[in-house]
């Protein structure tokens, strides 16, 4: 069995062959069955543990083992951990061990791009990013890939994070800048953007609906539980026009949940899945003034195609 450290999954893993290969995967067949979740520990100390398998007719099958502790921050660590295992899915042997951390970043900022290809105006130049962990970091890059962003904006909830991401993006070649630490700068963000890119582990709404501008798209892809919210209830309402990764985000996600109990959502009013979108089956963005919103739980089917990536491009089975 082979083990791929950080550095050899991230390598494989552009946004300029990871989305067009999300966007294969999910028009293709692939059988997904639901993740384990598991609880551990109480209070501060508490995380969350999801095993997330998949497997494909091309022959491959992939587990993911992900640990989620929120309050890791205060510890000066990231929040998230994960191991990903690739085997034969004809004969069980285990093929590879792969950074789990790198295969759930990247394919949770290439998902966020894929739905902004079809969802984000053409001419989507601004964007904002809640966040500064693994995921926040990828985002301009993600984006950048199907949208000319030119400008980007960072707030977090600790403005030193902010200040110190928006000078590591600048070192990178980015137009970027932190959100100002002071009453309203957040709104006034949100309401500057063409697309708002939300990647933490809150709990509590941070963009409210009234803050969005005709036109926007509002990327919500950090919660994935119950508990979890980035955005509140009137951001899926007011003629806001809502899609999702899969139909397990009406059962998982937090900011759809509470939209459906506020009455602002109803299940029915979700347009289309990312599987829908890929096979043309539905429609994304219809016009230049309408608003979007993409809710993401993540898949393992995301996961299984960036694994797969990994291993064609280390067996000199480079995809173009």
């Not at 022959?59 to 994960?82: D, E, M, V």
């Not at 966020?112 to 990013?129: E, I, M, P, T």
């Not at 969005?212 to 951001?235: N, R, V, Y």
């Not at 509470?258 to 299940?267: K, V």
Request: hydrophobic fraction near 50%; glycine fraction near 10%.
């Amino acid at each position: 069995m082979k083990t791929f450290d950080a550095a050899a999954t991230r390598a494989a893993l552009t946004f300029e062959r990871l989305v067009p290969a999300l966007r294969e995967a999910f028009a293709g067949d692939a059988t997904v069955p639901p993740r384990h979740v598991h609880s551990i520990g109480e209070g501060a100390g508490r995380g969350t543990v999801l095993i997330m398998p998949a497997w494909s007719d091309a022959g491959y099958l992939g587990i993911k083992t992900i640990n989620i502790f929120p309050g890791n921050s205060a510890r000066g660590l990231p929040g998230l951990h994960a191991t990903y295992v690739l085997y034969d899915a004809h004969t069980g042997v285990p093929l590879a061990q792969m950074d789990g951390n790198e295969i759930t970043a990247h394919r949770t900022a290439a998902a966020a791009a894929l739905g902004a290809s079809f969802l984000a105006r053409d001419d989507a130049a601004n964007l904002l990013v809640l966040g500064t962990g693994r995921v926040a970091k990828l985002l301009p890059a993600a984006h950048a890939s199907v949208r000319p962003i030119r400008e980007v904006h960072v707030w977090n909830h600790r403005p030193e994070g902010a200040r110190a991401l928006a000078a590591e993006w600048r070192a990178a070649g980015w137009n970027a800048h932190a959100v100002a630490d002071q009453p309203d700068a957040l709104a006034l963000a949100v309401r500057a953007a063409d697309i708002v890119s939300c990647a933490t582990l809150a709990t509590a709404p941070l963009v409210r609906g009234e803050w969005l501008a005709p036109g926007t798209h509002l990327d919500l892809i950090g919660s994935f539980t119950p508990t979890m919210k980035e955005a509140d209830p009137a951001c899926f309402g007011h003629g806001a026009r809502v899609f999702v990764d899969t139909d397990e985000a009406l059962l998982k996600a937090g900011d759809l949940l509470d939209a459906i109990a506020a009455g602002a959502l109803a299940a029915t009013d979700v347009q289309a899945t990312l599987a829908q979108l890929c096979r043309g089956e539905r429609e994304g963005r219809t016009s230049g003034g309408e608003r979007t919103v993409f809710k993401a739980v993540g898949t393992a089917l995301e996961d299984l195609t960036a694994a797969t990536l990994v291993w064609r491009d280390a067996n000199g089975q480079r995809l173009a």
